[in-house]
């Protein structure tokens, strides 16, 4: 997939950022940068990696800096990015992939607005926190060609995590999918700011995928009635088919691809 560089991932103890971080590092990454607030559980996604490297019989040592990071907390977002950024010498690859959801019974007319402030804080802002953070760092650095056929600059490629939910409304979700369709505007203006700059944005939109998220048993049973009646493919995707999604828009593949937005929903976003 042509991801031979330094990745930081954020929501990487978990989900979809965590089958990223296996798959970067199963691709060739020459190291991952991983953030989350659940310090254990990204030690164990480290072991899993390695486990992972050595069954596979890969070879290539893949540097992993694990790093308790709360993406809404501007401080040490813009501390941590420049120091895991200093230790690798340079960052190629950011998946914006912490986030969190909740219904509002009742809808936007009962939202509490705390509830409404944190799920903002955490999937907008944050996401806008890591992207800054991590576009000063980019945009100082040398291109790297790409490792297929040396087509043009790849300064570095940030992917932000939207969802079905970027342009699609579903009952009783005001914060979520108001901050979902936020980092689908985030991506596209600032893809604009830098596409000239070798500095390529994209947002990937995943459909219903089995994570933790979305397996506590009252969640999981109505997401299995959507998917039967609103899933073409009639089934929930996996974290492994986002995060090949997500290694294509990181990677030189898509090296003429900037400020688009990638569903991969088993066709839901097409009815
Ligand atoms: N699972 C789905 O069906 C689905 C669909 C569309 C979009 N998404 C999006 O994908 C992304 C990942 O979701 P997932 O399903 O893998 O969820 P998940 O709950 O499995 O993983 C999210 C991770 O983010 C971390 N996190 C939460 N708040 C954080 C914060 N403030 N700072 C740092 N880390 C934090 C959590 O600790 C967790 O490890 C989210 O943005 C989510 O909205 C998920």
């Given at each position: 997939m042509d991801v031979p560089g330094f990745a930081l991932i954020t929501g990487?103890?978990?989900?979809i950022g965590q089958a990223c971080a296996l798959a970067f590092a199963s691709e060739g990454a020459a190291g991952l940068a991983l953030f989350d607030l659940n310090l254990e559980a990204l030690s164990n996604v480290k072991l899993e990696i390695e486990n992972v490297l050595a069954e596979k019989g890969i070879s290539k040592h893949c540097q992993i800096e694990l790093r308790a990071v709360n993406v809404s907390n501007e401080d040490e977002v813009n501390f941590t990015v420049r120091e895991v950024a200093r230790k690798f010498g340079r960052l190629d690859y950011v998946v914006n992939a912490a986030g969190i959801a909740m219904k509002h019974p009742g809808g936007a007319a009962y939202v509490e607005t705390s509830d409404w402030q944190r799920i903002l804080n955490v999937n907008l802002t944050g996401s806008f926190f890591v992207l800054r953070a991590a576009a000063r760092v980019m945009l100082q650095q040398n291109p790297i060609l790409s490792n297929?056929?040396?087509r043009p600059l790849q300064r570095g490629a940030i992917v932000n995590i939207g969802s079905i939910q970027a342009v699609a409304g579903i009952p009783a979700s005001t914060a979520y999918s108001t901050s979902k369709h936020g980092i689908l505007g985030l991506t596209r203006t600032a893809s604009e700011d830098y596409a000239k700059d070798g500095l390529r944005i994209n947002v990937i939109c995943p459909g219903y995928t089995e994570t933790p998220l979305t397996s506590q048993p009252e969640v999981l049973k109505v997401m299995k009635e959507k998917v039967a009646s609103s899933v073409p493919m009639q089934r929930m995707g996996s974290p492994r088919e986002i995060a090949d999604g997500i290694l294509y828009l990181a990677g030189?593949?898509?090296?003429?691809?900037?400020g688009t937005a990638l569903f991969v929903d088993g066709g839901y976003t097409q009815r």
């Open positions: 990487a103890a978990s989900g297929i056929d040396g030189g593949r898509s090296s003429f691809v900037t």
